[in-house]
């Protein structure tokens, strides 16, 4: 983005968050100015706080004073400015992969990085205490840490579903490191907002925290390379001289890439399935207004409480409405397209095992709306075929 002269970006943050890892790698790799305050700055409490409406990072304060919160709509704000390509390919195959892998990091992988980061306390209580102490004293470290160890057994992480969520890592970084051997990002030789969205989960909690980083050195050491390069303020491939910084030309989809389109087919159904069930049954109860916040308090980040399976392993797990946000950026892409590339679109996805994303009905939009999320408008039609004629599930 553009800005006068003296003018700064500011990021409230901290180095162990996987959403402020996000956008921290997005302003390097666009050579933004940028200073990054923690949330213990006084100016938080006092200004950030009040004008968003509970305490929560990343934010970032623009030069005008404004404040962008939450790391996708970040990205997609100061993207809109992008000189060259941006962060959201042009081509419809690239742009709906990455669309696809930014709801999947947060719909699947935040559920590995919860784990292997509270799961291990014991094995790395130290590193993790130093990071905390860095948002505020130890007292509300320790507070926040236990708060946040709280939150697996929402996200579906329990005794029964650990060894589950173990072996899809691993499977994981296998498809992972096949591919990063091969091309330095995602999608050729330009991080796209897909390798912003894996990058959060796979830096700050699985490429940074002591168990789970040692695992991914070990297993994937091609996957641990693209973590440092994703830090860097330019391309930094020396290792792949013939990949031009930029995506695959011709809207291509690497080969290599295959193995973690399925891998994420795995690990989202059927839990996008049950929680758009329940969405549907929410909707039949309440009735929403159309801009009403979809949860009574501006924290509350669960809608409601399913059961639901994940790998095969039954589990209790939270409806987040954020993730419905996610998922309608795919299928309004989708939707936007002429008739023939939405046929070549789908047809990739259907042969990865994510077509469901596309038919899956969802009876209504969550749309963000001062830093929050609200109700959009109802849904009249559902996809009875997936996306090959438009559908306008949004």
């Not at 968003?52 to 962008?68: F, S």
């Not at 997609?76 to 709906?96: M, N, Y």
């Not at 969550?366 to 075929?385: C, K, L, S």
């Amino acid at each position: 983005m553009r800005t006068g002269a003296g003018a700064m970006l500011i990021l409230y943050g901290l180095p162990h968050s996987l959403y402020t890892g996000k956008v921290r790698a997005y302003l390097r790799k666009r050579g933004l100015a940028y200073v990054e305050r923690s949330p213990a700055h006084p100016d938080f409490r006092a200004n950030v706080v009040p004008r968003i409406g509970r305490a929560i990072i990343p934010v970032l304060q623009l030069p005008d004073g404004a404040y962008v919160q939450d790391s996708a709509d970040i990205i997609d704000h100061l993207d809109r400015d992008a000189q060259r390509s941006g962060a959201l390919p042009k081509g419809a195959l690239q742009r709906v992969v990455a669309l696809v892998v930014q709801l999947y990091a947060v719909a699947g992988l935040t559920r590995h990085a919860m784990h292997y980061r509270w799961s291990c306390f014991d094995e790395q209580s130290a590193f993790l205490t130093h990071a905390f102490r860095a948002g505020g004293d130890e007292k509300g470290a320790q507070a926040v840490m236990a708060r946040m160890a709280g939150y697996l057994p929402i996200l579906g992480v329990t005794a029964e579903t650990v060894p589950a969520i173990e072996g899809s890592y691993h499977g994981l970084l296998d498809a992972l490191e096949g591919h990063f051997a091969r091309h330095p990002y995602l999608l050729g030789g330009a991080p796209s907002i897909g390798d912003y969205a894996l990058f959060g989960p796979l830096f700050a909690h699985l490429g940074r925290d002591p168990v789970p980083s040692q695992i991914m050195k070990n297993r994937a050491p091609s996957l641990f390379r693209w973590t440092e390069r994703m830090q860097a303020p330019d391309a930094d491939m020396p290792e792949f001289p013939d990949h031009a910084p930029d995506f695959l030309p011709d809207d291509a989809v690497a080969d290599s890439l295959a193995p973690l389109l399925r891998h994420m087919g795995l690990d989202l159904f059927p839990g996008l399935q049950d929680m758009a069930a329940a969405l549907a049954l929410h909707v039949a109860d309440h009735d929403p207004a159309e801009g009403a916040p979809v949860t009574d308090k501006p924290h509350q980040r669960i809608l409601t409480t399913i059961r639901t399976r994940f790998r095969g392993v039954p589990h209790d797990s939270g409806v987040q409405p954020y993730l419905f946000y996610l998922w309608q950026k795919i299928t309004d892409s989708v939707d936007a397209l002429d008739a023939d590339t939405r046929q070549r679109v789908t047809t990739e996805l259907d042969r990865h095992g994510l077509g469901e994303l596309l038919t899956i009905a969802r009876p209504i939009r969550v749309e963000r709306r001062d830093h929050r999320e609200v109700w959009g408008r109802r849904i009249a039609e559902t996809r009875t075929n997936p996306g090959r004629a438009a559908a306008g599930n949004g």
